[in-house]
């Protein structure tokens, strides 16, 4: 549950190079993940989450670090592959809500 104590204050995406935002989404996206209770609309809030990052223009994840290092939560690099995981996960599952995810990517 380390994802649990992120602020949301935006160091992650500041210290970023490519402007990420994949630490903060990741760190929710996790968070919520391991509840009991975020189980049920976990792939919907996955690819909504995703589809929303690339709607505002983050930049992509190139797994610099920086993020990590800035964070005052210390907030672990593994919480990317987390989201990682859960949207290709949804993308199997609910096939047309992943092709609008992928869509707002470009």
């Known amino acids: 549950m380390d994802a649990a104590t992120c602020i949301g204050c935006g160091a992650c995406v500041a210290a970023c190079p490519n402007a990420s935002a994949a630490l903060f989404t990741g760190a929710k996206i996790e968070h919520l993940g391991m ?5 049920p609309e976990r792939h919907e809030r996955v690819l909504k989450m995703v589809a929303q990052m690339n709607a505002e223009k983050f930049g992509s994840c190139t797994n610099i670090g920086e993020c990590t290092a800035a964070c005052p939560k210390e907030i672990p ?5 987390w989201t990682n995981r859960d949207f290709l996960k949804a993308c199997w599952t609910d096939r047309p809500e992943s092709d609008k995810a992928v869509a707002g990517a470009g």
């Open 77 to 81: 690099l593994e919480v990317i592959a």
């Open 35 to 39: 509840l009991p209770q975020g189980q």
